[in-house]
């Protein structure tokens, strides 16, 4: 049973910083592409960050650019999202997804981040 379990999200003031976790289990996590996701209220989820299966490459959208960083450990099936000098506006329920083929596409529950003083 493939499972995707976010955590690390709660409340933060603006200017803060959280690290979401991501545990992959019920595939190869090592082959699969991982991403970050979030959905803000009346908003469309947005891709937010992405690393290859070795992690050797990422990339991000404009709007975390220099203040997010993406990371996996596969020897521990987990992928990471640090996040600094949040904004209001990166307030959303944060999702993990794992690409492991085009017809194995799995995502997490979501962890809730607000930034808010």
């Known amino acids: 049973q493939v499972q995707l379990v976010e955590s690390g999200g709660g409340l933060v003031q603006p200017g803060g910083s959280l690290r979401l976790s991501c545990g992959a289990s019920g595939f190869t996590f090592s082959r699969a592409a991982m991403n970050w996701y979030r959905q803000a209220p009346e908003k469309e989820r947005e891709l937010v960050a992405s690393?290859?299966?070795?992690?050797?490459?990422?990339d991000y959208a404009d709007s975390v650019k220099g203040r997010f960083a993406i990371s996996r450990d596969n020897a521990r099936n987990t992928v990471y999202l640090q996040m600094t000098s949040l904004k209001a506006e990166d307030t959303a329920v944060y999702y993990c997804n794992a690409v492991r083929s085009q017809f194995r596409i799995y995502w997490g529950q979501g962890t809730q981040v607000t930034v808010s003083s």
């Open positions: 690393i290859t299966s070795t992690g050797g490459s990422t």
